[in-house]
């Protein structure tokens, strides 16, 4: 038990901690799944593509996914630049794991919604 706790203890050190913490915000399964279907896409395009992103944060996140290799970022020496960007095969890898748990969460939306809206109305009339 001991050991268990240890190998999940420290982010650095724990593979589901250290991956998730990158990449498991709101945006960038979104972004990984856009490239999938899209293939190579500029980045004016992904603003087009998530409106309620902002430029910082769309920046951020495919910056994220860039240094954890999941994303190549191409740049033209042209005025103004044109910045493209495409899955890399680790990326790839990583699209039938997404659709995996997109399923998993439209089979059981309902469910956790209706668990959700019960345990608020335990928690209201408790406090």
Known sequence: MAKNIEKYSLVEI???????ARFGNKWS???IMLLSENGT???NQLRK????????????TLS????DGLV??????????????????TGQSLV?????LTEWAQSHM????????????VQGEAG
């Open 14 to 20: 724990c593979p589901i901690r250290n991956v998730v």
């Open 29 to 31: 399964f979104l972004v």
């Open 41 to 43: 896409t500029r980045f």
């Open 49 to 60: 593509l998530i409106p309620d992103i902002s430029t910082k944060m769309l920046s951020s």
């Open 64 to 67: 994220v996914l860039e240094a």
């Open 72 to 89: 190549n970022r191409k740049v033209y020496p042209e005025v103004p630049p044109r910045v493209e960007y495409a899955l890399t095969a």
């Open 96 to 100: 039938p794991l997404i659709l995996q």
């Open 110 to 121: 309902q469910s956790i919604l209706r668990h959700r809206k019960a345990y608020e109305n």
